[in-house]
């Protein structure tokens, strides 16, 4: 079992930046691939980014390449989501997720474990 607690979202004009962050406990976080999902307003929950269990591979959607930054840090048992030059569309519930695998991946339901969401709400 890993418990995920998300932390760092709030409101933030557009051109702006957040670092979202995901503390994990449990099971040995290294284990894990990690990932993070968003969901807006009448929206399915989308594919954000994601990072192997070593850190090494990283994979981002591309609304989101070239804006937003995954890192994790396994003596730390967290992962964090830098975002920046943030839009309104990128307004949405963030999710933290945890992979029982190595590998990352860009679908919601391989994914065991969830936190409970963190809104970022970005005005025009």
């Known amino acids: 079992q890993v418990q995920l607690v998300e932390s760092g979202g709030g409101l933030v004009q557009a051109g702006g930046s957040l670092r979202l962050s995901c503390a994990a406990s449990?099971?040995?976080?290294?284990?894990?691939?990690m990932g993070w999902f968003r969901q807006a307003p009448g929206k399915e929950r989308e594919f954000v980014a994601a990072i192997s269990w070593s850190g090494g591979s990283t994979y981002y959607a591309d609304s989101v390449k070239g804006r937003f930054t995954i890192s994790r840090d396994n003596a730390r048992n967290t992962v964090a989501l830098q975002m920046h030059s943030l839009k309104p569309e990128d307004t949405a519930v963030y999710y933290c997720?945890?992979?029982?695998?190595?590998?990352?991946?860009?679908?919601?339901?391989?994914?065991?474990?969830w936190g409970q969401g963190t809104q970022v709400t970005v005005s025009s």
């Open positions: 449990g099971r040995t976080f290294s284990y894990y691939a």
């Open positions: 997720a945890a992979r029982s695998s190595p590998e990352y991946s860009d679908y919601a339901a391989r994914y065991n474990y």
